[in-house]
């Protein structure tokens, strides 16, 4: 390859020729004596040090070993770099290199080439880059619930365009498909969790939008590691057929066996319905006393069964169902009491019977006149800048907030609405009189919002709220001069429906592991000690008795008496944050089960709230598996999570 005059001479050609072998075998050496790209392009090239190159092996040391010892491996290939790494550092986390960093050390260690090739640098990153896209636009069409329609939509493409490394537009079947694998990853994910966990409780209840019923279940649990409550909808299942109590039994089991939770489920949370009480009261597992099958077992009998008619009637036979224990929600309660009770009294009770239903038969004729008409709306906006409250009877809390809006109302601007209006005016007494009622149910309201949230409420939070709520109650009826005997009527409306609460064993301790709560809202010291002796005999029943086989072993260990003294340093210490725990981890793991509930079925009713804005006229034709896939993962907000 390299053209020679030569002048004829042999000797000439001979020394030409030696010289230009030499020439050629100096820069062949110089070329072996770096190492090959395949190290140099290695994303783990930089745990190692370049030491020298012979021939077809490259030598290097290892970063993360100690000492000077050289490996070797092929210029070609990186096996044996990656088995010591393998075996050698198999606890270090290992990260690759970023792109255009060194992959040495020191000086002298060589440099990546200066230019790679385009092609497979812009693979990798187009790969990135488009998966990154793809979430993001799924994130805005689950989370915003957009039709999934919309990833073909010319303006909507026009602006995917925009985005540098986007060469891939999904279609309609695509982004469905990738929305299943996506929904099939958070399910997975799901399961995993609630494997570690013991202890969780779920919420369900029936929704009904555009002639289609669904029953929906969320679950929540205290998270053990940090201690912060979290939360996940399970299902939002199409529910077929009249909503007996078998049928709510039935899918209730299902969705608790497809999550694996059937026996972790501590509570599960409902309404007061009919049908729900009757599924948990037939289908609910006995919880019976040790003491009870001692006594049972002599009077035991034999008890023949027709197996003949067993299998001519499978029906009667239920397939295995089994329930946790029920517990209705406490806000739903709180809301019988002021809708029904107390309107029953105050109906009842000659005193407000007159006062009560002209008052509020004058408020009712504003609400419908303001809701009902565009000029009376604009009447009062032009009074008040802002519009009047109006009673729902599926919103909690709407009466007291419509009335409460009217009586703050100025008498003078409440004259001129109800004149422009041409309504009745409330008289002084009326007036008066809703101003009382206002007072006596602004207690109860605020502990209804209370236990309708899910972040810091706790199923110990009920009864220091019911307790706090009587007492608050019944600080006002001093000053009560129309509305006389309504703070009694509601405490007693208060015990009657919760009696089974304020003598709930399980309620006392939820509330006593509460580190904010403890003892500090019983009043009654006999009370105080009663619990504190359950709590001790509670810390009992975790408490291994004997690791050992013999019990005259156990001379070494701790005693049982301690316990008494650990609650009691418990109760006494003045931190309320929930980490207080974490010291005393047999409260602990009492406060995890017994609060992994929550006292209200309101995280449901929200999943339903999401439903009827996914559910929306325009896309009453979805199916009812996707609608219930895109409700779980914008109520779960799985993509919200991944960002």
């Not at 209840?205 to 940090?226: C, E, K, L, Q, Y």
């Not at 009842?348 to 007159?354: I, L, R, S």
């Not at 005016?425 to 109860?444: I, Q």
């Not at 009587?470 to 309504?486: I, N, P, Q």
Request: with cysteine; glycine share 4%; aromatic share 8%.
């Amino acid at each position: 390859f390299l053209h020679l005059e030569t002048s004829g001479n042999i000797a000439t050609e001979n020394w030409t020729m030696t010289r230009v072998r030499c020439v050629v075998w100096a820069c062949l050496k110089n070329i072996m004596a770096e190492p090959k790209a395949s190290f140099l392009s290695w994303k783990y090239a930089h745990y190692f040090s370049f030491v020298e190159q012979k021939e077809r092996n490259v030598y290097v040391r290892c970063n993360l070993c100690l000492g000077t010892k050289t490996l070797s491996a092929a210029a070609n290939s990186n096996s044996n770099l990656l088995k010591h790494l393998g075996t050698q550092h198999a606890t270090t986390k290992l990260v690759a290199k970023a792109s255009g960093s060194d992959t040495g050390t020191d000086d002298t260690s060589p440099r990546a080439p200066k230019q790679q090739r385009l092609s497979s640098f812009l693979r990798g990153s187009a790969t990135a880059i488009q998966a990154k896209v793809n979430q993001v636009i799924a994130g805005y069409i689950v989370e915003d619930m957009q039709p999934i329609s919309t990833v073909e939509s010319p303006a909507f493409r026009r602006i995917i365009d925009l985005i540098p490394g986007a060469t891939r537009q999904m279609g309609r079947k695509t982004f469905s498909n990738y929305l299943e694998s996506e929904y099939t990853k958070m399910e997975s994910e799901l399961k995993q969790t609630f494997e570690g966990l013991s202890y969780i409780s779920t919420t369900a209840d029936i929704w009904t939008g555009h002639n289609r019923s669904f029953m929906g279940v969320t679950a929540h649990w205290i998270n053990p590691a940090t201690l912060q409550r979290q939360k996940a909808a399970l299902a939002c299942k199409r529910l077929k057929g009249r909503h007996t109590y078998d049928v709510i039994a039935s899918e209730i089991d299902q969705i608790h066996s497809l999550y694996r939770v059937s026996t972790k489920v501590t509570t599960t949370v409902t309404d007061n319905g009919s049908n729900f009480v009757k599924a948990f009261r037939v289908y609910q597992q006995e919880q019976r006393n040790d003491s009870d099958d001692d006594d049972d077992h002599d009077d035991e009998e034999i008890i023949f069964t027709d197996v003949a008619e067993i299998l001519d009637n499978p029906t009667e036979t239920e397939e295995g169902i089994v329930l946790p224990p029920h517990q209705r929600c406490a806000s739903h309660t709180l809301n019988l009491i002021s809708c029904n009770d107390i309107d029953k009294w105050l109906l009842a009770n000659p005193g407000t019977k007159a006062v009560y239903r002209s008052s509020t038969a004058k408020c009712m004729a504003i609400w419908n006149k303001t809701s009902r008409s565009t000029v009376a709306s604009e009447v009062v906006d032009d009074v008040l800048s802002k519009k009047l409250n109006v009673p729902c009877s599926t919103r909690w809390n709407s009466f007291y907030d419509a009335v409460s809006r009217i009586v703050e109302i100025p008498a003078t601007d409440l004259s001129a609405i109800t004149h422009s209006l041409q309504l009745k005016c409330l008289s002084d007494k009326e007036l008066h009189f809703l101003k009382e009622y206002c007072a006596t149910m602004k207690p109860l309201t605020v502990v209804l919002d209370i236990l309708q949230g899910e972040d810091s409420c706790h199923y110990g939070t009920l009864l220091p709220a019911l307790e706090t709520l009587m007492s608050k109650t019944l600080e006002v009826k001093d000053s009560l001069t129309v509305a006389t005997g309504l703070p009694e009527a509601v405490v007693e409306a208060i015990k009657v429906r919760f009696a089974c609460v304020l003598e709930s064993k399980d309620a006392m301790l939820a509330a006593a592991t509460l580190p904010k709560f403890k003892l500090r809202w019983v009043k009654e010291q006999w009370k105080k000690e009663m619990i504190k002796g359950m709590l001790v005999a509670e810390c009992h029943k975790i408490t291994p008795e004997n690791n050992l086989f013999f019990g005259f072993y156990i001379s070494s260990l701790k005693p049982q008496t301690t316990l008494p003294v650990q609650v009691l340093h418990y109760l006494q210490t003045a931190d309320t944050s929930m980490e207080i725990l974490n010291q005393f981890p047999k409260i602990k793991e009492i406060c995890l089960r017994k609060n992994a509930a929550l006292p209200s079925s309101a995280p449901v009713e929200r999943l339903f709230s999401l439903g009827s804005l996914v559910l929306s006229p325009k896309r009453n034709r979805l199916s009812d598996k996707r609608f219930e896939k895109l409700l779980l993962m914008r109520y779960n907000h799985w993509f919200v999570k991944e960002e």
